[in-house]
């Protein structure tokens, strides 16, 4: 028997639309090859269609130990997936069932196979393997009782628990917090290399895969643009689109980008506590942000790091007064911002926020000059509103006639654009951005970054990044502030925090994202 | 679970009062009263009549004397019919429309959920679109059209069923719990293939397709629990509003239900009758809601909390 994962020309539609052509690898036994690429690229559908988890149909030829999948009724195609693979996927909080309990999860996962029904002791080692903590505790519990992590975690357990020889991760860490990336990619290797089990393994994150994948195939638009050893494409690039795609990825070790000078301090908060009341009946509230003080100068680029729920969203929302404080005081070139509700147009003005989902921040039955000419309404006359939102829509770098588009006519990267210019058109001296660049593919979300640098050189605007990934920090930002359970922990220039990080968090975060 | 029942019971104490109160002043503040009939009482009777029923004094203080013997039990007289407590009369009706609610509520329930399992597993094939027009059908048709539909063809025409009144057999229940059922029966189809198809395309669906288990194992196992929510959260005030008697098919059936004496009882003023229909509904409401809360927590377990 021929062992091990040949596909040949394969070539997957969506309805009467080509989405992956003429793709052909080979995954060993025991080997991890991962298919990369920017979103659109077809890495998803080229794992996944073959073994009839997704909306494509497949042509060409993937073989599977002897088995020819494309074409095998899926009767056939569910006992293949039973028997020989393990799949794990890329949303751990929604792939659970949220009625049945882990330790039902994993008897069926044992069972699949035709396995016997394994027994408490098997099912503890199974989350002790994965590394998950209180193992006989979790397998009473249900699903949502468990972090994204933990979830993750049993997923991982749950694919492995029928001993299959291939696995198969669709994107398995992207979905989860910037600190648990690497630890449960490396525990994914680990078990491969242990069990000499094989992976195909998506992801759009080169920079989280190039350590650990050995073989790496890159994709674009359907088709492999390049492929190699992993190393090899991450050091050396052979393709334009790998030379843009590797530039795109931040990376701890790339040479530090020159920033724009500062000028003196415009921003300062000083003490800032939030917090909420507990959900539900009882009494208690959530400290969000704990005693938290910050400057930002003139044309300065601040990053707030940390991993979810640390509170850096919830401090920005404060600062630009789009969320309640407890106490504390903001002050803008020394003359303290008054409360949220308080505060008057032209404190208004100054801080401008761009957020993390821009389909979401832009209400889909505007047209794009009313979304971004909106703050001018009662200011400026309605031809010459039209006018200035052309102007902005050249100033973010799209062309002046997307103004009488619809927002779902957009794509992520030109809709985060339009939310840029609606942002400008209050002309403030400072934005906040949440998260402006987390949802968008890498090569868009560098476009979207670059014209982040463009916007502070030419307006001398001051930005208070807010992002999880300390290595994009480390590209855009002057200085960084890492935050810990609602604190922050340590504020440096970003030379001094990497050549000597202080606080345990920090040191925890840079070694995550080596 | 038994914490969650025990405060769900206590809220429901201040809900009840404020309905009731707000009931009692709600009849009196119409106009008209008991006493008002054809032919005008002599002042005298009248009064006596009043003083009887301590309609002569303060609207607190009626209000305070209607909660005081209520909480002993005790839902008064009815003033209209005479000679018998409202206690009485609910105690005669309720059996009637029990029996009609609570087969029309275990038909609509069995007929409706298969019916929209059926549609979703057949999504966008013509089956499901034939399927949820007839259920469209059914929820936009109201019951005093149905109901004397139902009773023409099957009572008059081919004669297999009664049309009116009840008999020795069962077969009186047929008419007025079909025709009962028929509305509810579409709305259940429609909720209940709405959520089973919104579910299997979670990912949770797709997580058991990827080890291999059967289709039917999987619906069974992984997707009928979730997708019932949105139809355990209608069935809950449609089963009170079921088992509380329907005025329409009881007029148009003959039969001595419930819903007949809240309709009387509103007509003529009778305070008393229409507070304790009122009483009992919200009662059943507050109950029915309260079961459905526990089939939530049952169908998912993260209602459980919060």
């Known amino acids: 028997m021929n062992e091990g994962y040949v596909v040949r020309n394969l070539r997957v539609c969506v309805r009467d639309h080509v989405i992956v052509e003429d793709i052909s690898f080979t995954l060993s036994p025991g080997e991890i090859v ?76 044992a069972m699949q196979a035709g396995g016997s029904k394994p027994d408490k002791t098997a099912m503890v080692a199974m989350l002790d393997s994965v590394g998950l903590s209180r193992p006989e505790e979790r397998l009473a519990q249900y699903p949502h009782r468990l972090s994204g992590g933990e979830r993750q975690r049993v997923l991982i357990a749950a694919a492995l628990a029928h001993g299959p020889r291939y696995l198969i991760a669709d994107e398995p860490v992207s ?52 492929s190699g050893t992993a190393r090899q494409i991450a050091t050396s690039p052979a393709t334009d689109y790998g ?20 000028g003196e301090t415009l921003l300062e908060a000083e003490n800032v506590h939030v917090h909420f009341p507990k959900p539900g009946w009882g009494r208690g509230r959530i400290d969000a942000v704990v005693d938290a003080s910050l400057t930002l100068a003139k044309g300065e680029t601040l990053a707030l790091v940390g991993g979810s729920g640390s ?58 000059a009313d979304i971004i000419a909106e ?48 942002a400008l058109s209050a002309n403030p001296e400072m934005l906040l951005l949440d998260e402006a660049t987390s949802a968008l593919d890498p090569l868009v979300a560098d476009g979207v970054v670059a014209l982040f640098g463009r916007l502070q050189r030419e307006r001398g605007l001051s930005l208070l990044f807010i992002t999880h990934d300390l290595a994009l920090a480390r590209r855009a930002a002057h200085r960084i ?21 202080q606080a345990d968090a920090t040191k925890r975060l840079i070694a995550a994202s080596g | 679970m038994g914490r969650l029942i025990a405060r769900r019971l206590l809220t429901a104490i201040p809900t009840l009062l404020a309905i009731i109160v707000l009931s009692f002043i709600l009849m009196r503040v119409a106009p008209g009263g008991p006493f008002d009939g054809e032919r005008p009482l002599a002042p005298e009777v009248r009064a006596a009549l009043e ?104 009572g008059l025409w081919l004669g297999w069923l009664p049309v009116s009144g009840q008999n020795e057999g069962w077969n009186w229940l047929v008419l007025p719990v079909v025709a009962l059922a028929l509305p509810v029966t579409g709305a259940v189809a429609k909720l209940a ?36 929510v949105p139809v355990a959260s209608y069935l809950g005030p449609a089963a009170a509003a079921l088992l509380t008697g329907a005025v329409v098919i009881e007029t148009v059936f003959g039969l001595p239900g419930l819903g007949r004496y809240f309709v009387q009882g509103a007509l003529n003023r009778d305070y008393p009758l229409v507070l304790g229909v009122v009483t009992l509904y919200a009662a059943l409401i507050i109950l029915f809601n309260l079961f459905a809360d526990l089939i939530y927590g049952w169908l998912d377990p993260r209602m459980r909390e919060g």
């Open chain 1, 34 to 109: 991962a298919l990369a690429g920017a979103s659109g690229a077809g890495k998803s559908m080229s794992a996944m269609t073959p073994f009839g988890l997704s909306a494509g149909v497949a042509s060409g030829s993937a073989i599977l130990d002897g088995i020819e999948l494309v074409g095998l009724p899926e009767r056939q195609l569910s006992r293949v997936r039973a028997e020989n693979i393990g799949f794990v996927f890329q949303q751990p909080l929604t792939a659970l069932t949220p009625h049945r309990t882990v330790r039902q999860h994993l008897q069926e996962a």
């Open chain 1, 175 to 226: 979905a989860l917090d910037a600190a648990l990336r690497g630890e449960i990619m490396a525990l994914l290797v680990r078990l491969c290399r242990e069990r000499g089990m094989a992976m195909l393994l998506v992801s759009h994150d080169l920079a989280g895969i190039e350590h650990h994948a050995d073989r790496l195939l890159l994709l674009e638009q359907g088709k492999v643009a390049e």
């Open chain 1, 243 to 262: 030379k843009r795609l590797m530039a795109a990825t931040p990376r701890l070790s790339e040479r530090l980008p020159p920033l724009p000078e500062m």
């Open chain 1, 311 to 368: 509170g850096k969203s919830t401090l920005g929302r404060a600062i630009a007064g789009l969320g309640s404080m407890a106490s504390g005081l903001i002050s803008w070139q020394g003359e303290a911002l008054p409360l949220r509700q308080r505060r008057s147009a032209e404190h208004r003005r100054l801080i401008q926020p761009v957020f993390q989902d821009p389909l979401a921040s832009l209400d889909p039955r505007w047209s794009v």
């Open chain 1, 375 to 422: 703050p001018l309404r009662w200011l400026v006359p309605e031809a010459e509103r039209d006018d200035r939102a052309a102007d902005l829509l050249e100033e973010v770098g799209l062309p002046r006639d997307f103004a009488t588009r619809k927002p779902a006519s957009l794509s992520g990267g030109q809709a985060q654009r339009v939310a840029i210019a609606r």
């Open chain 1, 481 to 501: 502030a890492v935050m810990e359970a609602g604190r922050i922990v340590e504020c440096a220039p970003r030379e001094e925090l990497f050549a000597n990080p």
């Open chain 2, 51 to 154: 003083a009887t029923y301590g309609l002569d004094k303060s609207l607190p203080e009626q209000v305070w004397m209607y909660l005081g013997r209520l909480a002993q039990g005790d839902f008064g007289p009815s003033m209209v019919y005479r000679d018998f407590t409202v206690s009485g009369l609910i105690a005669e009706a309720l059996p009637v429309s029990l029996l009609i609610g609570g087969c029309a509520l275990v038909l609509a329930s069995a007929l409706g959920i298969s019916a929209g399992l059926w549609a979703a597993l057949r999504a966008g094939k013509w089956q499901d679109e034939a399927l949820m027009l007839g259920a469209t059908l059914l929820t936009a048709l109201p019951t005093f059209v149905t109901g004397p539909l139902l009773a023409l063809i099957f």
């Open chain 2, 193 to 228: 293939r709405a959520g089973l198809a919104g579910e299997l395309g979670a990912d949770h669906i797709r997580a058991a397709r990827a080890r291999g288990i059967a289709p039917l194992t999987i619906l069974r196992r992984h997707a009928l629990r979730p997708a019932l």
